[in-house]
């Protein structure tokens, strides 16, 4: 059973414009990381967010924790080439296992 | 050094081969993990090593078997593969293996299994 729903599985837009990928799941979570993995790379961690609520920005990436710690949203403004990559949300329950979502594919066409 | 190496890069064998996947870590992580990932998959969790024993086994067929020599070793060992399970393995480590702790990944190894 997948938890953790990720939302578009695909995207493709043009340099510049912005969006935003959604992770979604009707288990709460006690803290919640959003990876970006490049082809033929291992995913890279790029934030975690742990509290209902909680905004947090890199550069030009936004992610936000829903309040009742279910959802979670990555927003990217102005994107580059260099965004494109494959975006994977991925929650934790206390001591249990990470659970990744079903990854979005993102493109950026310069 | 905040680096998983992993090797082989890339490996080609038949269903009859034996062969092992190498993983390493120094940034004295106790906890350990074996990946399986399908293209335009998520990863999907194998093995869990905490303080070089092994604490999760999801149910993986008996054809792969984790060994794990010290704290910053592990292996995975391939015997009477299945073309089905030509994939990309990952393995990464955390400091502790409880679900919230960061993971750092290896680049993977690129298996085919002809």
């Known amino acids: 059973t997948q938890l953790l729903e990720q939302s578009p599985q695909f995207l493709s837009i043009q340099e510049g414009e912005n969006l935003t990928v959604y992770c979604n799941s009707s288990s709460v979570f006690s803290s919640l990381q959003w990876y970006r993995q490049e082809p033929g790379e291992g995913p890279v961690l790029l934030v975690t967010?742990?509290?209902?609520?909680e905004v947090k920005k890199l550069k030009r990436l936004t992610f936000q924790f829903g309040d009742a710690r279910k959802d979670s949203s990555l927003h990217i403004t102005a994107a580059q080439p260099g965004d494109t990559g494959l975006y994977l949300c991925?929650?934790?329950?206390?001591?249990?296992?990470?659970?990744f979502g079903t990854g979005t594919r993102l493109t950026i066409i310069p | 050094d905040t680096e998983v190496t992993q090797t082989p890069k890339h490996l080609v064998m038949g269903m009859t081969n034996k062969k092992s996947l190498k993983c390493e870590q120094h940034?004295?992580?106790?906890?350990m993990y074996w990946y399986k990932q399908k293209a335009k998959k998520p990863p999907e969790l194998m093995f869990v090593y905490s303080y070089e024993k092994l604490s999760i086994n999801e149910s993986v067929p008996s054809r792969f078997s984790p060994e794990c020599p010290n704290s910053s070793l592990l292996n995975l060992h391939l015997h009477a593969l299945q073309p089905e399970d030509s994939a990309l393995y990952l393995c990464?480590?955390?400091?502790?293996?409880?679900?919230?702790?960061?993971?750092?990944f290896g680049p993977g190894t690129r298996l085919t299994v002809l």
């Open positions: 967010v742990v509290t209902g609520g």
């Open positions: 990464a480590s955390s400091q502790a293996s409880s679900g919230g702790a960061r993971q750092f």
């Open positions: 940034m004295g992580h106790r906890a």
């Open positions: 991925a929650g934790a329950r206390g001591n249990e296992k990470l659970t």
